[in-house]
């Protein structure tokens, strides 16, 4: 696994040797957070973050396609 971290760089990239049948198991997207409100320390520990912009509803069993 190599590791490719460039100075000043945002995005940090890991490469490896797949095989070139195997499918991706996942994509990320992770938005930049930007520092704004954030809950105080009970309240933060309680939801699982300290931004109400990333606090959201868990919707278990949300797919139903199968």
């Not at 938005?31 to 931004?51: N, S």
Request: glycine share 6%.
């Amino acid at each position: 696994m190599e590791c490719n971290l460039k100075p000043g760089a945002d995005v940090i990239v890991v490469q490896q040797q797949c095989p070139d049948n195997m499918p991706a198991l996942a994509m990320l997207y992770s938005p930049w957070q930007e520092w704004e409100d954030v809950y105080e320390l009970p309240e933060a520990i309680r939801r699982g973050t300290i931004f109400p912009g990333l606090d959201k509803p868990f919707l278990e069993g949300a797919c139903s396609c199968v």
